[in-house]
């Protein structure tokens, strides 16, 4: 059963880039038709998706987030990630990678929350 | 770019209540509509796909229907455990996916 897996610091200065890892487990990453996504929750506010990437590597953004954000895979570690460039407090949320094979993003890692303060 | 407009914003109910929440797309999106529940201090919980299909685990007292712009999300008899805030979202295309606002549900 496919699991993922977020990783990165929880900490993050303002200005500097936020990196995160999603370990996939139990799967292939490079397994045709997934779509592998990024979305976030910030504190006391609604879902929203950041990016996806195809399993043939295009990539997938969210147009008020596309100029700060890069998503890449390395499928010799079963991994994707994400970099969000000269971040300040509003990208303060809790982080999630999820896979979409086409029945909707069904599978989400538990989260993780990342704070930009200096 | 495909907005997705969720109401209403909150809504009160009874355990036993049938509720329905209702998305409307800014274009026609055929049924590519999801549904999510979320809890506080939890990951999302993928609900429905492709409008109607449930996912696999999902009760049957959740439904979903529509086509086009406007979908539905119905809670056939309220459990406490259902109290939740919930999410649609569109996954066709441009941009990939948008979320609704989202709903939340409180008990009454």
């Known amino acids: 059963q496919l699991q993922l897996q977020e990783s990165g610091p929880g900490l993050v200065k303002p200005s500097e880039t936020l990196s995160l890892t999603c370990s996939v487990s139990?799967?292939?990453?490079?397994?045709?038709?997934?779509?592998w996504s990024w979305i976030r929750q910030p504190p006391g506010k609604g879902l929203e998706w950041i990016g996806s990437?195809?399993?043939?590597?295009?990539?997938y953004y969210n147009p008020s987030l596309k100029s700060r954000v890069t998503i890449s895979v390395d499928t010799s570690k079963n991994q994707f990630s994400l970099n969000v460039t000269s971040v300040t407090a509003p990208d303060t949320a809790v982080y999630y990678c999820?896979?979409?094979?086409?029945?909707?993003?069904?599978?989400w890692g538990q989260g993780t929350t990342v704070t930009v303060s200096s | 770019d495909i907005q997705m407009t969720q109401s209403p914003s909150s809504l009160s109910a009874a355990v036993g209540d049938r509720v329905t929440i209702t998305c409307r797309a800014s274009q026609s999106i055929d049924s590519y509509v999801n549904w999510y529940q979320v809890k506080p201090g939890k990951a999302p919980r993928p609900l429905i796909y492709d409008a109607s299909r449930l996912q696999v685990g999902v009760p049957f007292r959740f439904s979903g229907s529509g086509s086009g712009t406007d979908f539905t999300l119905t809670i056939s008899s309220l459990q406490p455990e259902d109290f939740a805030t919930y999410y649609c979202q569109h996954s066709y295309g441009t941009p990939l996916y948008t979320f609704g606002q989202g709903t939340k549900l409180e008990i009454k």
């Open positions: 999820a896979s979409d094979y086409g029945y909707g993003m069904d599978v």
């Open positions: 139990g799967g292939s990453i490079s397994t045709i038709s997934y779509y």
């Open positions: 990437i195809y399993h043939s590597g295009t990539t």
